[in-house]
């Protein structure tokens, strides 16, 4: 692998999944358009925080990223190797898809979930060293886990080890869900919601500690959220990165401190605004037209934020935005961003306008 070559890359990503159209007798499906050309890089030791209200298909790109998630269209890398190639039978790929799977871990939002109510923690740690660390003894793998459970501050941890998971708290369980996905010495961990359920102050101290270790263990993360506020406070801390979705399209991403301070993409001031941990521009009224999220099933044409940006023309209504660069590393998909572009020629949506 080069030196600039990304850990993980998604290129030109779709995800569609099929749903029973109601009551139909003969079995009729509608296709959700989860997510629509998707373009990310993961690089070594980086944070990509992903925002975006629910349905917008933050959770299935981040599941698409670590493998989980099969796409439609696109492909997914893992240092140069198609992930999905790579687990075709008989292939013979450079990287096998054991090791790819290895290396591309996942903490859920509700760790409880994922960890087995029958068996101390001791032994769920120690089940990723058995099938990764074979050379390791019994005593081996008992330091092992008892020296984690102490670096995330599970103290004393020999008290830890012998609990079962009802025995723990949720940021606890959080906290051996972490430790878990570390022990496989992941390149990428998937943080989907996983600070959700904390208190506030539980929040920040998790968050802290993912970017303690991930200093201590070499992770990329990448962090998914519909809180702005949280996915703000990781982004910013790690120097990493913020992206916007909006009904499956990645409409901006960039910087943390860019993004926030000079949004580029209507979507990403309506989040600013609602946020109140954030200073968005003086306003009582909220920069959006509408607050009705359109259906996934049936997008809108054109721009898909077109139907509540306050800014939209015709010309949205008819061409869907690619992303365009803003500035280094900024990306947003608005026509907005283009002083040239055919957008300033057309006449306003009803209810919108155009401010310069």
């Not at 099929?18 to 997510?35: D, Q, S």
């Amino acid at each position: 692998m080069s030196a600039d070559q990304p850990v993980v890359s998604l290129s030109d990503i779709g995800v569609t999944f099929e749903t029973e159209a109601g009551l139909n007798p003969f079995g009729a499906t509608r296709k959700i358009h989860a997510v629509e050309h998707a373009d990310l890089d993961i690089g070594e030791r980086d944070v990509v925080a992903i925002v975006g209200e629910s349905g917008s298909g933050k959770t299935t790109l981040g599941k698409t990223a670590v493998g989980l998630q099969r796409p439609t269209a696109g492909t997914v890398r893992y240092r140069g190797q198609d992930i999905w190639a790579a687990k075709k039978r008989f292939s013979n790929p450079d990287i096998p898809f054991s090791e790819i799977r290895r290396s591309l871990q996942i903490i859920h939002q509700d760790p409880g979930s994922s960890l087995n109510p029958h068996q101390p923690i001791q032994r769920t740690l120690e089940a990723p060293l058995k099938k990764w660390n074979e050379e390791l003894g019994p005593e081996d793998r008992e330091a092992r886990v008892l020296a984690m459970l102490e670096r995330v501050g599970m103290n004393p941890p020999h008290d830890y080890a012998d609990r079962y998971p009802h025995q723990l708290s949720g940021g606890e369980k959080q906290r051996v869900a972490l430790i878990r996905a570390l022990l496989m010495n992941p390149d990428v961990i998937l943080a989907d919601e996983a600070v959700s359920a904390l208190d506030v102050s539980l929040r920040v101290e998790m968050m802290d500690l993912m970017l303690d270790l991930r200093e201590s263990f070499d992770t990329s993360f990448l962090f998914i959220s519909h809180d702005l506020s949280n996915a703000r406070y990781l982004a910013e801390h790690a120097g990493g990165r913020l992206g916007v979705m909006y009904l499956g399209e990645l409409v901006e991403l960039g910087p943390a401190e860019d993004v926030l301070s000079n949004p580029q993409h209507p979507y990403t001031k309506v989040l600013r605004w609602a946020t109140p941990s954030i200073e968005a521009d003086e306003t009582d009224d909220p920069p959006i037209r509408s607050i009705d999220v359109p259906d996934p099933v049936d997008p809108p044409s054109g721009c898909r934020f077109h139907t509540r940006c306050p800014n939209a023309t015709e010309f949205c209504r008819a061409n869907a935005p690619e992303r365009f660069a803003v500035g280094g590393d900024h990306v947003a998909a608005c026509y907005r961003t283009q002083p040239e572009s055919d957008y300033w020629e057309h006449r306003p949506l009803d209810g919108a306008e155009i401010d310069r």
